[in-house]
């Protein structure tokens, strides 16, 4: 007779950067890599008013358990434009501006954006989320 295994679900998360091609494309691959179903996207265009080249809908965040933001300050848009219900959000603080990362590592002046992300992007996302890790659903409840 066997023996009935329950199978365990993945915990699905949903990561949301400003255009959804760099930050958040990034740690969901990375997240996947640990055994979490992702999904990414973001909420703001290259020019004011415009949509993200790779936006997140309210179905995305409707499906995620857990919400990673990869900038504070995009919480306030997530927030605006969607429904987070009782949603778990994990916030973190990492910029895509080389401009500003060049203020704490000043020879990142003239990297190349491969360099950009090797040394910088990269980086500074896995030693983000490291504190939240493991990821559960309902805040562990």
Same mark, same amino acid.
């Given at each position: ?12 998360? @949903?990561?949301?950067?400003? &255009? #959804?091609?760099?930050? /958040? *494309?990034?740690?969901? =691959?990375? @997240?996947?890599?640990? #055994?979490?179903?992702?999904?990414? $996207? =973001?909420? +703001? $265009?290259?020019?004011? =008013? +415009? ?6 809908? *309210? ?21 605006? %434009?969607?429904? @987070? $219900?009782? !949603? *778990? ?7 895509? /501006?080389?401009?500003?990362?060049? %203020?704490?590592?000043?020879?990142? !002046? ?10 910088? %992007? ?7 989320? &490291? ?8 805040? $562990?409840?």
């Amino acid at each position: 007779m066997k023996k009935n295994k329950k199978v365990k679900e993945k915990v699905k998360v @949903l990561c949301v950067c400003a &255009k #959804g091609i760099n930050r /958040s *494309q990034y740690l969901a =691959g990375y @997240l996947k890599t640990k #055994g979490y179903e992702t999904r990414f $996207g =973001g909420v +703001e $265009g290259f020019n004011i =008013g +415009e949509e993200a080249p790779n936006p997140i809908t *309210q179905q995305d965040l409707d499906w995620a358990d857990v919400v990673i933001i990869v900038r504070e300050r995009l919480l306030k848009i997530v927030a605006r %434009r969607f429904d @987070l $219900g009782d !949603k *778990q959000l994990v916030v973190l603080d990492v910029t895509d /501006s080389i401009d500003l990362a060049v %203020r704490e590592m000043p020879e990142l !002046k003239d990297v190349t954006p491969l360099e950009f992300d090797k040394f910088w %992007r990269k980086p500074r996302l896995r030693e983000a989320i &490291k504190p939240f890790l493991p990821l559960t659903k309902n805040n $562990g409840k």
